[in-house]
């Protein structure tokens, strides 16, 4: 059964940063192309980063584009989103995603609060 | 970037009534399209790919069509479980964009 499982989500000021990891299991993580996408409170939902499977292409959306960084360690199965410079319009839910033309399967997503 | 406009924002139907739910991109993305269902609470699930592939084990009265720039995502006869909010996204090139969604409501 494929599983994501996101962590590091939490209340962090503005101008703060949080590094969200994502656990996989049951699939061969370090062949599938991985995304981050959020969805704010009410709100839909909006695509973040995208990290091909060997770390070689990766892509951000214009909104966090030089304060978010999307690693990946396919040793240990995990997905990475460095947040840096965290503004109050980066409340969100964070889903960590199997797919990078389609989100085959989500996560439960980690909440992460900007707030002073 | 390219814009995905999806309609209605909300619509409210009975059990057993077919709905559409359209979305529009603001340029050719021939079929890379993909339709998501999402309940309060809970992680959007893939209903249909490539436009019109339904995903596995989702019910057939799911289906998707459209090429370009104009898609369709119909359910038939609509069920308990299919009350929710639907997005489309595209994915022509590898910076998503999602519609605004819409809210199925019992009538």
């Known amino acids: 059964e494929v599983q994501l499982v996101e962590s590091g989500g939490g209340l962090v000021q503005p101008g703060g940063s949080l590094r969200l990891s994502c656990a996989a299991s049951g699939f061969t993580f370090s062949t599938y192309e991985m995304t981050w996408v959020r969805q704010a409170p009410g709100k839909g939902l909006e695509w973040i980063s995208y990290i091909s499977s060997g770390s070689a292409s990766i892509y951000y959306a214009e909104s966090v584009r030089g304060r978010f960084t999307v690693s990946r360690d396919n040793a240990k199965n995990s997905l990475y989103l460095q947040m840096n410079s965290l503004r109050a319009e980066d409340t969100a839910l964070y889903y960590c995603?199997?797919?990078?033309?389609?989100?085959?399967?989500w996560g439960q997503g980690t909440l992460v609060t900007v707030s002073s | 970037d390219i814009q995905m406009t999806q309609s209605p924002s909300s619509l409210s139907a009975s059990l057993g009534d077919s709905v559409t739910i359209t979305c529009r991109a603001s340029q050719p993305i021939n079929t890379w399209l993909a339709w998501y269902q999402q309940k309060p609470g809970k992680a959007p699930k893939l209903l249909i790919y490539k436009a019109s592939s339904l995903e596995s084990g989702v019910p057939s009265r799911f289906s998707g069509s459209g090429s370009g720039t104009d898609f369709n995502l119909t359910i038939s006869s609509l069920q308990p479980d299919d009350f929710a909010s639907y997005y489309c996204q595209q994915y022509n090139s590898y910076s998503w964009t999602f519609g605004q969604g819409t809210k199925v409501e019992i009538k």
């Open positions: 995603v199997r797919g990078g033309w389609y989100a085959q399967y």
